[in-house]
C-alpha cells in the first residue's frame, strides 16, 4: 500500500521555458539572439567543469546567496568560452535566472491530480533545485498541496544521496516502502529504489532543446493520469 507520493520538480512537474534550466526567458537580451544556435553546445559542455558553483549543490537557504553563486558560474563559464561579457552582464544573468519567476512551465495537470491527491495521500517534494524554486512553486500553487519538500541546497547534498530522500520521507512519517517516488532521471529513481521505495519514471514530452533523460529499467509514466493509476494498483 502507498501511503505517499513524493516528486521531482524539473521533468516531473516544471520544464524550464527556454530549453536549458540554466537560460532563464530574456537571457538572448544579455547574449543575443543567436547564442542557441551558435553556442549552446559549449555552454553546455564547459558548465559542467564548473558546477561547484551551482546553487543546487550547496546549502544555501536565500534567493541572495543563490544569485551570488549564479554571478561566480556565469563568470566562470563565460571567461572559459571566451564570450566576452562585462560584470554588469554576468549580474544580469545571475539576476533573471534567481528572480524570474517565469522561468518554468508548470504542466497542466499538476494542480488537478495534487488536488485530487491532497487528503488521499501524504504528498513530497524531492528535488535538486536551488531556493527560488520553492518560492516558483509557491507561486504556481503548488507548495500549498505538499506536506513535505526536501531541495537540495537545504542539505548541500544531490541525489542519489540518501539523505534527501529520507529528510522527507522522516517529514512525512512513513517509511520508504510506503512511498512512490517519481523522477525523470533514471539514478536519482534508483537512489529511491535502494531505500525500499517504489519508483516511476516520468517521460513527459519536453521543450525541443530539453536534454531528455534516458529510459530506465523500471516502470514508466507519461503525465500524472498515469502516476495515479500506478498508485491505485499499489493500493
Not at 519514471?201 to 498515469?226: C, I, K, S, V, Y
Request: overall charge negative; aromatic content about 12%; glycine content about 6%.
Amino acid at each position: 500500500m502507498s501511503k505517499a507520493i513524493v516528486l521531482d520538480c524539473g521533468g516531473v512537474m516544471v520544464a524550464p521555458v527556454t530549453g536549458d534550466w540554466l537560460l532563464a526567458p530574456t537571457f538572448d537580451l544579455v547574449l543575443g539572439e543567436g547564442f542557441l544556435k551558435n553556442h549552446l553546445r559549449r555552454f553546455r559542455a564547459v558548465r559542467s567543469n564548473h558546477l561547484h558553483y551551482l546553487p543546487d549543490m550547496i546549502k544555501i537557504g536565500s534567493d541572495e546567496e543563490e544569485y551570488h553563486l549564479f554571478c561566480k558560474l556565469y563568470r566562470a563559464v563565460f571567461d572559459e568560452m571566451e564570450f566576452p561579457l562585462s560584470d554588469a552582464q554576468i549580474e544580469q544573468m545571475a539576476f533573471i535566472q534567481t528572480y524570474r519567476d517565469d522561468r518554468y512551465l508548470l504542466f497542466d495537470d499538476v494542480l488537478p491530480y495534487l488536488s485530487r491527491w491532497r487528503g488521499k495521500y501524504k504528498l513530497g517534494i524531492v528535488s535538486d533545485a536551488p531556493p527560488s524554486t520553492r518560492r516558483i512553486l509557491t507561486q504556481m500553487g503548488v507548495m500549498q498541496y505538499i506536506d513535505a519538500a526536501t531541495f537540495s541546497c537545504d542539505l548541500g547534498v544531490l541525489k542519489p544521496d540518501p539523505a534527501i530522500y529520507r529528510a522527507t520521507l522522516d517529514r512525512l512519517q512513513v517509511l520508504p516502502g510506503e512511498a512512490l517516488f517519481v523522477d525523470d532521471f533514471p539514478s536519482k529513481l534508483r537512489g529511491a529504489k535502494a531505500l525500499g521505495m517504489h519508483c516511476v519514471q516520468m517521460r513527459r514530452p519536453m521543450p525541443e532543446l530539453f536534454q531528455t533523460a534516458p529510459e530506465w529499467e523500471g516502470d514508466m509514466a507519461h503525465d500524472f493520469q498515469d502516476i495515479d493509476e500506478y498508485v491505485n494498483a499499489l493500493r
